[in-house]
């Protein structure tokens, strides 16, 4: 083992590069509030950021400043497993990200951090949005309020803007499957940062709970915690409070949260799946954050 014992400077410049990568790690590199509607179309008609390559045509700036009418299954609509059509008007999220973020934005092993004002914090890596469609949306197009009753939640006429991050799920079971989880409304900034795996996979646990940590991405850190990172909506830290359920009552929490505490606004965990399918993401997410270290 090596050991910079009897050396100063060499002890300095470690602490120093230690400094600069937790420094890096915590904070997002790049953090923009979203502009009003008509001011990011103004600047996806500019152009790309600086630094993009290449002068965007005069056909693809006109087609990504247009706002486009977008279809979804609306997830948070959704009753016993079905999801209707509605449309909104909005604008490709990848096109809207790279003017407000640079080109950079999509280096791999970096996530893009979406905040709502109502707390609630969505964290998605970028290899997604190269996988999937995604659109930044501002109104309905049929003209009816902005705004939805989150079935899952049990709450009525929620206000989506100022923008609604919604996915192309209409041929995706396994976007179907997902619900809401990662379809934050009422977002105002974005940010994107280096990945959240090392704050979730501390000790060396990446090699069994990886998947585990992911699930965890998806399902819970929107709302709450773990090990003090995920979403300021209900900041609550899962890898503390799992320890005092064991397994029986952690699976009829998270399954049926109506059921045991009337009147929450917990969703039930997944409800797009089967329901082997739940239990199953329940016990792992359980075996997961009991197996992080206590702090």
């Known amino acids: 083992m090596s050991s910079t014992r009897g050396a100063p400077g060499a002890r300095a ?8 990568a937790a420094t ?21 008609a500019a152009g ?6 290449g002068p965007a045509t005069a056909a693809a700036t006109a087609k990504a400043t247009a706002a486009v009418t977008v279809t979804v299954l609306e997830p948070h609509l959704m009753r016993d497993g079905r999801m209707p059509e509605v449309r909104y008007l909005g604008v490709p999220a990848d096109a809207a990200l790279t003017v407000l973020l640079g080109p950079g934005w999509r ?26 469609r995604a659109w930044l949306v501002h109104a309905r197009a049929d003209g009816r309020p902005f705004q939805v009753d989150n079935h899952l939640q ?18 995706s079971k396994a976007l179907q499957a997902e619900g809401g989880a990662l ?11 280096p990945s959240s795996t090392r704050a979730l996979l501390p000790d ?15 399902h819970c850190l929107s709302c709450h915690r773990i090990r003090s990172y995920g979403g300021d909506k209900m900041p609550l830290d899962l890898d503390v409070v799992v320890r005092g359920y064991d397994a029986a009552a952690w699976q009829r929490w998270l399954l049926a949260p109506a059921a045991v505490r009337p009147g929450t606004t917990m969703p039930a965990l997944a409800e797009g799946m089967s ?4 239990a199953a993401i329940a016990q792992r997410l359980y075996d997961y954050l009991r197996a992080l270290p206590p702090r």
Do not use: K
């Open 154 to 171: 049990g709450e009525r006429q929620v206000p989506l803007g100022p923008y609604y991050l919604v996915w192309d799920n209409r041929a």
């Open 204 to 218: 060396g646990l990446a090699t069994r709970y990886a998947d585990a940590a992911d699930l965890a991405r998806t």
């Open 107 to 132: 280096a791999p092993g970096q996530e893009l951090e979406f905040r709502a004002l109502d707390g609630f914090v969505s964290r998605i890596p970028v290899e997604r949005f190269a996988q999937h």
């Open 24 to 44: 890096c790690f915590a904070m997002p590199a790049l953090a923009v509030d979203l502009p009003a509607p008509a001011e990011l179309a103004r600047r996806l």
């Open 48 to 53: 790309p950021a600086t630094g993009a390559s």
């Open 275 to 278: 329901a082997d399918e739940r």
């Open 13 to 20: 410049a470690v602490l120093a590069l230690a400094m600069l």
């Open 183 to 193: 379809w934050p409304y009422q977002v105002a900034s974005v940010s994107v940062g």
